[in-house]
């Protein structure tokens, strides 16, 4: 099965809780703080493997997840590292933030990789809390959490040639002309159901030494309507996208040719208008039938007068197929370009993440809840059984100025404040001054 967009959970790993211990040695009665780090979180990574042609790995599995990091132990023992994950998807896929549509990387060549979830950092030790005025203490960080987000991943194949036409048109039988390739063919619409891709051995047709192997594609029939989604051909409009040269293939015993030819052009222009600009051959197939050759000095005429390349051929009998080769090899590029992918590093979309102080408080349900990348990050590293940890917390709130905004909103003592995952009582204790 031929999977061209699928949907992902990616959940990297939490970030290893750093460790609250002292030194216990004998004749050190007062050893003092050395609690480790924890390790930092698995990250998880997309990258490009040519081997894979489809998504089809992502057809069951839907949710990956990155290693945590270790806990940091006594003696400033760091926790170890969680380990990274890594997916393989084919050349050519597009990776995008479910939620928001936005683009995340464009990979097309081979062994380049996007990081898409970043793993937690280690939560500091109690060492790194000792001061001059508190010596001893027992606040130690938790883990940060890693990223989770749901993604999806659109294929847009990756062929020097793509066959486009309405269904039945010839496109599978003449992939099989030109390749090795033997795609399922029929003599009724839709038989092809997903792309069929081949090898392209331009041999002797084109004289001299020819050592350029194109990649060339047939891609499902397209009908009237498909840019708009009409049809079983509106889902592979996109794998045309990244083709140098279009081979526009049109029934030649059809009833009414020149319906056929514009019916596949307005559906291209629809989808993308750039599509008309690539390089395009018009090929005016099935001339073993006497309709189509009846029909082909009216339809060459039409083409020539638009300034558009056309050639007749049949499949079955190789007519044209010689002539074919030639023209395609013309518009090709050498070989040293033709094994660059079509962008020659793809995109790759760097996403700086402010973790500013700002924040805002919304009243849910009679919750509190407090939004704020900042804040939210300091609850998931809080240990609130701790008191020591819990009291840091409540400076850091005012220090932001959430405490002062809580109360102004009207927050009365035994209400939940949330943050993040962390649900918070406040406490009838902060109002004793007031």
Known sequence: MF?????????AGNGGDGAATFRHEAHVPRGGPDGGDGGRGG??????????????????SHHFKGEPGGRGSGQRC???????????????????????????????????????????????GNVHFATSTHQAPRHAQKGEPGEELWIRLELRLIADIGLVGLPNAGKSTLLAALTAAQPKIAAYPFT???PNLGVLDLGDDVGGDESRRPTIADVPGLIEGASS??????????????????????????????????????????????????PTIVVFTKMDLPAAAEAWPAFAKARQTQGISAIAISASSGEGLAQLRRRLALLLPDAAELAEPRESAGIVVHRI?????????????????VRGKKIELLAA???????????????????????????????????TVRIGSSDLEWEPDDWDDR
């Open 3 to 11: 999977l061209d967009r699928v949907r992902i959970l990616v959940r």
């Open 43 to 60: 990250s998880i990574y997309l990258t490009v493997d040519p081997g894979e042609t489809s998504l089809r790995d992502y057809r069951t």
């Open 78 to 124: 760091h926790g170890k590292a969680g380990d990274d994950l890594t997916l393989k998807v084919p050349p050519g896929t597009g990776i995008f933030e479910d939620e928001t549509g936005q683009l995340l990387g464009d990979l097309v060549a081979s062994e380049q990789t996007l990081m898409v979830a970043r793993g937690g950092k280690g939560g500091l």
């Open 192 to 194: 092809t159901l997903e």
């Open 229 to 278: 989604g009409a049809g079983l051909g509106h889902a592979f409009l996109r794998h045309v996208e990244r083709t140098r040269i279009l081979v526009h293939l049109v029934d030649g015993s059809d009833r009414d040719p020149e319906w056929s030819f514009n019916v596949i052009r307005d559906e291209l222009e629809a989808h993308d208008p750039a599509l008309l600009a690539k």
């Open 353 to 369: 993440e402010s973790v500013g102080d700002s924040f805002r408080i919304d009243l849910e349900d009679g919750v509190y809840v």
């Open 381 to 415: 590293q809080t240990n609130f059984e701790i008191e020591e940890s819990a009291e840091r917390f409540q400076r850091e709130l005012a220090r932001l100025g959430i405490d002062e905004e809580l109360r102004r909103q009207g927050v009365v003592p035994g209400v």
